[in-house]
């Protein structure tokens, strides 16, 4: 079993993408490697989003980064986050989706 979190960040300010970037940058070698990738960052006009999919060996591991990025949620302007048990290595699907949170203004989607 590993441990899954991934998500999307949407950020107004330079500063603040820098330091969520940095953040999630600097954990990625705690992630499991495999052929995805596990950090990305587009850049428009308007604003920078950070999506991130990454997947730990060890619960606390994740639990760790979950709960530094839901203190630090405002830092983007909206943003979902998402966990889940991945269980490939057994063969068997992945498990305990939970939609860990939720911000900002959705609705031009
Ligand atoms: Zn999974």
């Not at 950070?50 to 760790?64: S, T």
């Not at 068997?92 to 989607?109: A, H, I, M, Q």
Request: aromatic content about 10%.
């Amino acid at each position: 079993m590993t441990y899954n979190l991934n998500g999307e960040l949407y950020v107004e300010s330079k500063e603040a993408a820098k330091m969520l970037f940095e953040k999630l940058a600097s954990i990625a070698d705690e992630t499991l490697s495999d052929k995805r990738d596990n950090i990305y960052i587009v850049r428009n006009s308007k604003n920078v989003t950070i999506a991130f999919d990454l997947r730990f060996g060890k619960k606390e591991q994740r639990d760790e980064i979950r709960n530094w990025l839901t203190e630090k949620h405002e830092y983007a302007a909206k943003g979902i986050i998402q966990e889940h048990t991945c269980n490939d290595d057994e063969g068997l699907p992945c498990s305990n989706f939970v939609e860990v949170l939720k911000w900002g203004d959705w609705d031009d989607e």
